[in-house]
């Protein structure tokens, strides 16, 4: 007799059921555009060059061994994640009332924060974005808090529904923690503007809330807005101090003195997904408090895997302390950013060309590595169906999976989904 043949199967999950769908399809044209994940012109992953340099280094560097790495992590690495977050000049960092560990990716500094607050913050309920990444409520859930939403995005207008999200926040329970995207909401692409942050940190503060910041995106944004050639960029974490817009929500944040927590990844900015490095920052308001909370955390993570894995934590720290690395790895993301805006224009243009009724103009004014389209469930569905492309339900595509040769065949599936 068996004792595991009483495992019920998991219910069914939209997003594994797209994703399943999508690699059993025999098709050899199929689109997949689930995924934020980074493809080359060619439709191929992309490993950057200064990762490659930085694994010869270490490949090379004999003193580098195989050991376990401590409960925390790399040290190293600690510091420069908090530092490419909080500036270079960082308060709280200089007062030490700053802890950073190691974790695995953004979903592991996120899983890792939801348990510390589950047994350490009395206030169960966490609020997220409507919609927001369809990991964030599983996480949350299972460390034993209660999710709630607060408004987000507007279908109406396709924006921000700002005057909701302050709402909301308004009436949350005092101590409530609220998880805000940093840069590049994922799936709307649409990111309050430095003023609106400004008004939700006045309201998150006087209404005592405690902001769980998840910044998945970090740099990849601000270099898609700027303009500037990259040689009078100011790179970040050098010289001329927090020029990174990107960290410019959680720096306020930051600066009042006031508590958050900030789940960083190096999975799209790195290109490092499958390497599982990424970081949980704890600001706390002061040195002792830091202390505790830092001596709480190892306490999280040492039964549930002991110590975080080496190899991508030594990547991330060779690049960000080397300036010339560091510059190298700028420019390979601002080549990553603008292949990416160009696959907006593309989009866009070949959606307009055809005369697709309606106004697509979105696509190209959302932001980061994905394009919430407003195509609904049954066009999602049948575009599968007919088209063999791949999206999640809710009509959010991967555009950094789209090339020049793959845009027209997607633009014609729209419009056929939409007339
Ligand atoms: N947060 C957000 C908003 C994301 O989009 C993602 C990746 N899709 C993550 C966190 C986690 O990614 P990872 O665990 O690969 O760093």
């Not at 308004?170 to 840069?183: D, M």
């Amino acid at each position: 007799s068996s004792i595991l043949s009483n495992v019920l199967p998991a219910p069914e999950d939209p997003v594994l059921s797209v994703i399943f769908a999508c690699r059993d399809d025999p098709c050899p044209v199929k689109l997949n555009l689930i995924a934020g994940a980074y493809r080359t012109e060619e439709g191929k992953p992309l490993v950057l060059e200064v990762v490659r340099r930085a694994e010869q280094q270490l490949a090379n560097d004999l003193s580098c061994d195989k050991g376990y790495l401590p409960i925390d992590g790399l040290a190293d690495f600690n510091k420069l994640s908090a530092k490419l977050i909080l500036g270079d000049d960082s308060h709280a960092m200089e007062d030490n009332r700053v802890v950073t560990i190691q974790c695995l990716s953004g979903t592991g500094s996120l899983r890792v924060g939801a348990e510390f607050l589950a047994k350490h913050h009395e206030q169960r309920v966490v609020f997220v974005p409507n919609p927001t990444w369809g990991n964030h409520p599983f996480i949350f859930t299972l460390a034993g808090l209660c999710v709630e939403y607060f408004r987000y995005y507007d279908p109406q207008t396709r924006g921000l529904d700002f005057e909701g999200m302050l709402e909301d926040l308004g009436a949350a329970p005092s101590g409530a923690i609220v998880v805000l995207q940093s840069c590049a909401h994922n799936p709307t692409g649409i990111d309050p503007t430095l003023e609106q942050w400004e008004k939700i940190r006045q309201i998150v503060r006087s209404k005592g809330l405690l902001p769980f910041f998840d910044n998945a995106y970090q740099r990849l944004v601000s270099i898609m807005k700027s303009n500037m050639p990259l040689f009078n960029l100011n790179f970040h974490g050098f010289a001329t101090g927090n020029l990174d817009s990107d960290a410019q929500s959680v720096c306020m944040f930051v600066a009042d003195g006031g508590e958050c927590l900030i789940a960083q990844s190096f999975a799209k900015n790195m290109g490092l997904y499958g390497e599982r490095i990424g970081a949980l920052t704890i600001v706390c308001t002061s040195k002792d408090v830091a202390r505790k909370v830092h001596s709480q955390v190892l306490l999280v993570v040492r039964p549930m895997y002991l110590s975080p894995p080496i190899h991508g934590a030594s990547i991330v720290t060779a690049i960000l302390k080397n300036s010339d690395m560091y510059k190298d790895w700028t420019i390979e993301l601002k080549g990553m950013a603008d292949r990416i805006i160009s696959m907006r224009q593309q989009l866009y243009e070949a959606i307009q060309a055809r005369g697709t009724p309606g106004d697509w103009s979105h696509i190209i004014k959302q932001i980061g590595m994905f394009s919430f389209t407003g195509l609904n469930e049954k066009q999602v569905r049948w575009l599968a169906k007919e088209y063999h492309i791949y999206m999640t339900y809710d009509g959010r595509i991967s555009i950094a999976s789209l090339s020049s040769k793959t845009v027209p065949q997607l633009a014609d599936a729209i419009h056929a989904a939409v007339t």
